[in-house]
């Protein structure tokens, strides 16, 4: 009975299959038809009514012209239009052509098709199927109304022969009803295996988006939105047990450095194999997520103490101390680590995540690298931080930055050679920030490239305005040398300025170099070539300084201030490393600038050792633009009795060296 049942289905729906689909085909190729025939006849008109230029004349009654006569019988055997009517505005016709006579008519008939085409101002087309030996076995006749300059003069009725037309429609529309109709009936044929592949297909991704709701798609680890689910329920159980629980905020240190060496793809592999070393680590019990870029999240259940925290906390950064392979090259890396535990420093998901947040924070305050667990204060800290990074956006939005310079000496007849501008940012009550407090948290907001131009644009324009004799130096951030290129923004802001380079001094650190990246070598010869100083700034502080100096020219080596700060006078150590460097500098052809001079006997120690240029508040504290006019003035009153002196004994001039790569 279902058998029966279900033949009498599949032959009633196939029966109403293919009588849709007859009438599909039927409904189409009369439209088809309609849209043909409306075209060649329009085009037909067209034709007819530039080429009789008498047109309207002729609607009228009047005799065809010569010419006229001669289009007529030329045109009536070409084209598919083997007839055609000429009626007046009034719908009587008025001329037939046909294939063996062109006439005016005797007797004048009425059209409504023709007064219906003039009144709408559209074609009406009528599509027949004849018998006749005289006519074609399909045709259409349409009719056309005739406008000139917007003003209906006649109506033109083409036949138009659509035999062919119709035999090709058919034939195509019939092969591809029978191909529908075969694909219909395969369908049917296998509707088992059709839904069977639908629903597999179904579960598979109903399954991936179950995965992605909880997963990261990258690392395949937990999400946030799970790793708060597990929490609440780590927390809960741990509240019953009156237990502790840690969790591990992990932060990668400089990981933009491997997007911008490796890629994008290779910042994902690196991710991908951090997160397999800490699923190595970690306990069954242990939760582990990733919430976005180079952020990891570990919960671990169950602690006894802070000391297992942190000794799980060194264990995690010991596994990812060791070296990564990425894109055939190896790579260390370095994590800095926040902990928090609950119940004491959160009893909620949100609570603690941003408890270890904040210590993570204090992590890379405290140089990166390291574990620190959250404390009470941090939460003060990271409302200081909202607000220092509110001040540096609306500094940078309303170009509010203080530039303050401190002179530099010429220790030999202690005559002023210039300035170094140090920027600062002032709070709303008027105080300053000092650079090493911001410049920092610029860096990590990527604004320092917008601040490190503005600085070099306003320090070249200030100098401007000094005495020809008189330079500037500019510190330059290593984060401005991935932000875009270094040497056209110098070369706009001396442009800009109209300052001579050779009075701009460029100051760098260790830090800038220790990547070895070919494109900072290649800005940094693009700089020398403009004119300006390359300076070595905090020279003596790093790990490899001196192996600088012989791969790249500098001009001027500045020792860094913590020799001076270091020397009481009895310290021959700081004494012999400051002479020595000066040495140095002498024998390579560079200038030698002392940081931090603050006292009389740090002056009269320099003096003794030769030493070339001097900073400090011993000869001038940074100061505002405004009161830089009574400094220049006093040197120059200075000076001015030794001017003359000064000329003949100049200052002779040290070796030019080649800019190597």
Known sequence: MTLRRNVGVFIIVLGILIAGTWATVKITID????????????????YLSVSATDLEQIAAGEQPSAATMLFFRAARNSGPVFRYEIFN?????????????IALVDVSEFSADAARAIESGQPIVDVQQSNSADLPRFFARAYIPIVVNQRPIAVVA???????????????????????????????????????????????????????AHHDVLTGLANRASLIDRMRVLLAASAQQRGHLAVHFIDLDHFKEINDRFGHDGGDLLLQIIARRLQAVIRSDDVLARLGGDEFVLVQPNIESREQAEEFARRLSSALAEPMRVKEHEWFTTVSIGVALAPADGDTPE????????????????????????????????????????????????????????????????????????????????TLIPPLEFIPVAEEMRLIGKIGEWVLREACRTAAGWPKHLTVAVNLSPAQFFTGSVSGTVAAALKEANLEPSRLELEITETLLLGDSESVMAELRALKELGVAIV??????????????????????????????????TTRDAETVVKTIITLGRELHMHVTIEGVETAKQAAFLESANGEQAQGFYFGRPMPASNLAASILADFQKTLPAAASAAAHERPQRKPRQVIG
């Not at 138009?160 to 044929?189: H, N, P, W």
């Not at 603690?352 to 405290?366: G, I, N, P, Q, R």
């Not at 530099?408 to 002023?416: A, H, T, Y």
């Open 158 to 212: 083409a036949f138009v022969d659509e035999t062919e037309q119709r035999r090709v429609f058919f034939k195509t529309f019939v092969l591809a009803a029978a191909a529908l109709c075969t694909l219909m009936a395969l369908s049917f044929g296998i509707p088992a295996i059709a839904w069977y592949r639908r629903t597999r297909q179904k579960q598979h991704a109903e399954r991936r988006i179950r995965f992605l």
């Open 351 to 430: 609570r603690l995540l941003k408890s270890a947040d904040l210590a993570v924070y204090k992590a890379k305050a405290d140089g990166r690298n390291c574990v620190r667990f959250f404390l009470p204060k941090m939460d003060a800290e990271l409302e200081g931080r909202i607000e220092l990074e509110a001040i540096i956006r609306n500094a940078i939005l309303e170009d509010s930055f203080e530039l303050h310079y401190q002179p530099i000496f010429q220790m030999s007849d202690r005559r002023l050679l210039g300035f170094e501008a140090l920027i600062r940012l002032p709070k709303a009550d008027g």
């Open 536 to 569: 070595m700034d905090d020279f003596g502080t790093g790990y490899s300084s001196l192996s600088y100096l012989w791969r790249f020219p500098f001009d001027k080596i500045k020792i860094d201030r913590s020799f001076m700060q270091g020397f009481d006078g």
């Open 31 to 46: 439209h088809l038809l309609y849209q043909n025939a409306t075209m060649a006849a329009r085009n037909w008109a067209q």
């Open 89 to 101: 505005r009034e719908g009587y016709s008025q001329l037939i052509s046909e294939r063996d006579k």
